[in-house]
Nanobody
Framework: QVHVVESGGGLVRPGESLTLSCTASGNTFSINAIDWYRQASGEQRELVAAIGNGGVATNYGDSVRGRFTISWDNAKNTVYLQMTNLKPEDTGVYYC?????????WGQGTQVTVSS
């Protein structure tokens, strides 16, 4: 079993930055990849960014590429999502998912609101 907890959400103004954290516990050695998805009110969940174990490979959604950076701190079992130049359309609940060979584990989400 793997347990993930997101943190770092909040209210920011357009153009500002925010960093989200996803901390994993339990059988963390079994995690192959971790990703961030977001869901705006009334919208489908969409991929924001993904990273392979050790940070070897990364992938970004088209709407955030060049503004967001995902990174993995193995020592802390934590994946970070650095978000810069935030826009109102980045508003939503951000979910962290940890993926093993056999299962997927999701956190409860953290709210990000970008508004002036």
């Amino acid at each position: 079993q793997v347990h993930v907890v997101e943190s770092g959400g909040g209210l920011v103004r357009p153009g500002e930055s925010l960093t989200l954290s996803c901390t994993a516990s339990g059988n963390t050695f079994s995690i192959n990849a971790i990703d961030w998805y977001r869901q705006a009110s009334g919208e489908q969940r969409e991929l924001v960014a993904a990273i392979g174990n050790g940070g070897v490979a990364t992938n970004y959604g088209d709407s955030v590429r060049g503004r967001f950076t995902i990174s993995w701190d193995n020592a802390k079992n934590t994946v970070y999502l650095q978000m810069t130049n935030l826009k109102p359309e980045d508003t939503g609940v951000y979910y962290c998912g940890a993926h093993t060979r056999w299962d997927d584990f999701w956190g409860q989400g953290t709210q990000v609101t970008v508004s002036s």
